[in-house]
């Protein structure tokens, strides 16, 4: 099944404490990219990657840090987390026009 | 201002009834103009996409784009209640490389 999956899909942590969340792809996509959603604030994207080793900011890159080593994967990273991080993290990948989501990540920073 | 404006709504209506769906934008280099689905605690999917301006239609669905006014709307005709969701407008410049996504109305179709 062609699929987008994060991992994990929540997380309570504390400010401070370095966090990975993985995403992974098995539809070849070249196009990857980082997400946030907030209430009344929508979707923002984070980073974006257009293929390996090649990657640039989206419009709320402050804070994270992503790498893409391999096609099928894109990890999300947060080297100090802090409570303004707080939000519904999605990843996806796009073929053409369509962009796939995954099923979010949940992460709670105390 | 947000580059992408979209009233949260809650909108409810009946089903059967017509829906409508809109959006302002006020960056004029966006080309490419997108409807997504997001049902509750699911990733958003694509509904529907539209390159300039002009009308789409896919089944009970239409999309609207006025560039001139910088206006996008989204038409669901006979609405079900399995159309309940949060329905997101997003839009891209000509690479595709960077999103810009409103903040998602929130649609009720009772039965």
């Known amino acids: 099944e062609a699929q987008v999956t994060q991992n994990p899909r929540y997380l309570i942590t504390v400010t401070g404490k370095k966090l990975t969340v993985t995403c992974s792809q098995n539809?070849?996509?070249?196009?990857m990219s980082w997400y946030r959603q907030d209430p009344g604030l929508g979707l923002r994207q984070i980073y974006y990657?257009?293929?390996?080793?090649?990657?640039d900011k989206g419009d709320v890159p402050e804070g994270y840090k992503v790498s893409r080593k391999e096609k099928r994967n894109f990890p999300l990273i947060l080297e100090s987390p802090s409570p303004n991080q707080t939000s519904l993290y999605f990843c996806?990948?796009?073929?053409?026009?369509?962009?796939?989501f995954g099923p979010g990540t949940r992460l709670l920073v105390l | 201002q947000k580059e992408v404006e979209q009233d949260p709504g809650p909108l409810s209506v009946p089903e059967g009834a017509i829906v409508s769906l809109n959006c302002t934008y006020s960056?004029?280099?966006?080309?490419?103009f997108m409807w997504y689905r997001q049902y509750s605690r699911k990733g958003p999917e694509l509904l529907m996409y539209?390159?300039?301006?002009g009308n789409k239609e896919d089944g009970r669905f239409t999309a609207q784009v006025d560039k001139s006014s910088k206006y996008i709307s989204l038409f669901i005709r006979d609405s079900q209640p399995s159309d309940s969701a949060t329905y997101l407008c997003?839009?891209?410049?000509?690479?595709?490389?960077?999103?810009?996504f409103g903040s998602g109305t929130k649609l009720n179709v009772k039965p």
């Open positions: 996806a990948s796009r073929w053409e026009e369509t962009q796939y």
């Open positions: 539809m070849n996509h070249e196009y």
């Open positions: 990657s257009m293929n390996v080793e090649v990657t």
């Open positions: 960056n004029s280099a966006f080309q490419y």
């Open positions: 539209t390159y300039s301006s």
């Open positions: 997003a839009m891209s410049e000509y690479n595709f490389n960077k999103f810009y």
